[in-house]
């Protein structure tokens, strides 16, 4: 028997993605009844490197409570409560117009790396249509004054340092409102992280 080995076949452009079972109903929703903190709204658009809104990706969030502690099991600071009414962890579907939207609080601080102090910031994964692994970015408030120091915002060039920071909104009824946009390439693109 000869050995016959079948030629390497063209690269192709990973999709449509097939996000079935990925999101769940309420996903987008991280609070439950008088959480402890401030709610907030955190809405926002993917886009692609034309500008054009993409339909069919998905976002995931995972944030610290408003004490800046995590809902997992790992986060073990002392002195920082948990809150069995946020969950710190919620899912997004995209919809025609690339919009997604998230009810949550503003997180509170959370260590950095060597003692540092993070300031409050909400991790971002995108998944979607032509993407191997999620891309991972995150969201900074504009009104932090820990933004200034943050070990993170830190590694970023100062000129693209504005794709992390969400924009302020006017307020809905009883919730801050931030629109934060992800842009995957082109002109202002996000800063995405390799983790």
């Not at 886009?47 to 610290?64: F, H, K, R, T």
Request: aromatic share 10%; glycine share 10%.
């Amino acid at each position: 028997m000869t050995d016959r080995r079948l030629p390497q076949t063209p690269w192709q452009t990973v999709g449509p993605f097939f996000h079935y079972a990925l999101p769940w109903e309420g996903g987008e929703t991280l609070i439950g009844s008088n959480p402890a903190g401030e709610k907030i709204l955190i809405r926002g658009q993917v886009l692609d490197g034309e500008g054009n809104p993409i339909s069919d990706a998905l976002i995931e969030i995972w944030q610290a409570n408003s004490a800046g502690r995590y809902a997992h099991p790992d986060d073990t600071q002392t002195g920082k409560v948990a809150d069995a009414r946020f969950v710190g962890f919620g899912r997004c579907p995209t919809d025609a117009d690339g919009m997604f939207s998230f009810y949550t609080i503003r997180p509170g601080a959370v260590p950095g790396p060597g003692n540092s102090q993070q300031a409050p910031h909400i991790a971002i994964g995108v998944f979607g249509r032509g993407l191997l692994r999620r891309l991972v970015t995150r969201l900074y408030f504009p009104e932090s004054e820990l933004n200034a120091n943050d070990p993170i915002l830190a590694y970023v060039e100062p000129e693209r340092v504005e794709t992390l920071i969400a924009v302020r909104e006017a307020d809905r009824t009883d919730i801050a409102s931030y629109k934060f946009d992800i842009r995957l390439q082109g002109d202002r693109e996000t800063v995405f992280f390799n983790v």
